[in-house]
């Protein structure tokens, strides 16, 4: 600590070593939620089978001779995960709706290449995923935000730039359930009013439910494909192993009805190459069939749960307001002096907005981490602004530097 000679809370502070900065950026899991004994053991008996039964089960191939090419997945991982998922959603899942991809990223991928065209627009939640924006960018889709509520896109918002752009809007892509970077749940209300919008307005809705699986309380919201009418279907729903076992299994699917699924099983790079996780989704067979995974699932939302809280707890008591999640890895913070985790414009489509927000991710640090960087930050927004009283406290001997003395006087 530079010159300044410190009373009160802060020299009590100081005699245990000032806190220091952490990194909330990261929006992993944690290494300590990867090398749990249970979870190492069932994923080398599950990839053990795997690699057992891959002749038997073609999955070192495109498919099976007989029965042509596994280009939505291999049936029977799909047939595993829709009664996998009928026990998660309480939903009956047709595993003639689900296609497998590389993770979540894939499916949005997927459905913008497949939807969309240079020059349409896709809407996008404002804060929303800053990194699928690119996605739309990649395929010469304009990206347009509207605003994000606590419930759910603002829908007036979203019908207003239908109206404007007379058809343009072919794409709308949501994180409807604990969204990155706020946490926000979208409403049961909003959800259907979303579709009803999506049939008048003829635009596909991309909902990327990467956390849909990750709670810390129950939700009662299921995925959007839910909503979706068999008779003019517009919803894919997404998924991915990526938060509940590790980004690096890269594997997940996409929920929809089958005459949406064909042109995503049809594009270039699937027809040449086949479905993308054949052998990796067969090697998770029994992991996903045992129960295994279930059990993982409940592993994580704990952790990362009472992370959550302690994260929540924290913020509170150094006076910042949060909105706390119900799961997900995220919190989303207005600042009031000096920043930590990732900025906020960074969740804008243009980097115009948000600026004074942050995004704190709580899955990668440890609850020690956790709290001595908020403390840090703490400190640092006193620093930053500090109030009146705390005048009263700070005491400068003749070290200090000038510029730093100016700093906390033209704060005030
Ligand atoms: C909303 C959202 N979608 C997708 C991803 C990436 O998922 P995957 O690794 O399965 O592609 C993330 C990761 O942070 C995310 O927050």
């Not at 594009?267 to 998770?284: K, Q, T």
Request: net charge negative.
């Amino acid at each position: 600590m530079s010159g300044g000679i410190l009373v009160g809370e802060m020299a009590a502070r100081a005699s245990k070593g000032a806190p220091e900065q952490q990194d909330f950026v990261n929006g992993w899991p944690h290494p300590g939620l990867l090398s749990g004994a249970a979870l190492q053991e069932d994923l080398a008996e599950s990839f053990r089978r795997g690699v057992a039964r891959s002749i038997e089960e073609h999955s070192l191939n495109y498919g099976n001779p007989a029965t042509g090419s596994y280009m939505l997945g291999h049936p029977k991982f799909l047939q595993a995960m829709a009664t996998f998922l009928e026990a998660q959603y309480d939903a009956p899942v047709d595993p003639n709706t689900l296609m497998s991809t590389v993770g979540a990223s894939m499916g949005t991928d997927l459905c913008f290449r497949a939807y969309g065209k240079a020059g349409d627009i896709c809407i996008f939640e404002e804060p929303g995923y800053f990194l699928s924006f690119q996605m739309a960018r990649d395929q010469g889709l304009e990206p347009k935000g509207v605003p994000m509520y606590e419930d759910g896109m603002d829908l007036d918002a979203l019908e207003q730039v239908c109206k404007e752009s007379m058809g343009k809007v072919k794409l709308v892509y949501t994180v409807p359930v604990h969204h990155n970077p706020t946490g926000y749940i979208t409403s049961n209300a909003k959800r259907v009013r979303l579709l009803q919008l999506a049939r008048e307005y003829q635009f596909f809705v991309v909902a990327d439910e990467t956390y849909q699986l990750l709670n810390f309380q129950p939700t009662e919201v299921k995925p959007l494909f839910y909503h979706d009418d068999a008779d003019d279907p517009r919803v894919f729903s997404i998924g991915t192993f990526s938060k509940l076992i590790g980004p690096g299994i890269k594997v997940g699917w996409v929920q929809a009805h089958p005459k949406l699924l064909q042109p995503l099983a049809g594009l270039g790079f699937i027809r040449s190459g086949n479905n993308p996780v054949i052998f990796s989704s067969m090697n998770l067979l029994h992991f996903v069939e045992s129960g295994a995974l279930a059990r993982h699932i409940e592993v994580v939302s704990k952790d990362l749960g009472e992370r959550c809280q302690l994260i929540c707890r924290k913020l509170r008591e150094v006076g910042l307001e949060v909105h706390e999640p119900k799961g997900g890895y995220s919190v989303w913070v207005k600042s009031k002096g000096k920043m930590t985790g990732r900025g906020g414009q960074d969740m804008a489509v243009k980097g115009d907005k948000f600026h004074d927000y942050m995004r704190l991710c709580y899955g990668w640090l440890s609850p020690e981490q956790l709290e001595e960087g908020i403390e840090c930050a703490q400190q640092m927004h006193r620093f930053a602004n500090p109030p009146v009283h705390k005048y009263a406290l700070i005491l400068w001997n003749a070290e200090q530097p000038k510029q730093e003395l100016n700093v906390i006087m033209s704060s005030a």
